[in-house]
């Protein structure tokens, strides 16, 4: 069985209960008894281990170093093209 931590806003109470997943998640405050206690969602903890992480790891060496390559050229090109629109609109606005 899973633990949960309970908040109480009455009393500012936090504790932690063992209950099934079929538990209701709102209850009378164990530490005043006064409050209702909701349950705290926490985000779950996630460890990236093993292979498949990185792109070297997903593909053979070949594939990756043609793509790094394809990467890298289309890069210089995008590079090249916006420095000629830019010389094109500074003659179009010396104009």
């Known amino acids: 069985m899973p633990t949960y931590e309970y908040h ?9 209960l063992r209950q ?8 009378t405050c164990e530490e005043c008894g006064k409050g209702t206690a909701k349950r705290v969602l926490h985000a779950p903890p996630i460890v990236f281990k093993g292979s498949g992480w ?3 790891d997903s593909r053979n060496k070949q594939s990756a170093l043609s793509d ?8 210089d090109a995008a ?6 629109s830019e010389s094109t609109g500074e003659a179009a606005a010396a104009s």
């Open 68 to 75: 790094s390559a394809g990467s890298a050229s289309e890069s």
């Open 8 to 16: 109480c806003p009455a009393c500012d109470a936090r504790y932690e």
């Open 79 to 84: 590079a090249s093209t916006s420095t000629a």
């Open 54 to 56: 990185y792109i070297t």
């Open 20 to 27: 099934g997943f079929d538990a209701p998640t709102t209850h």
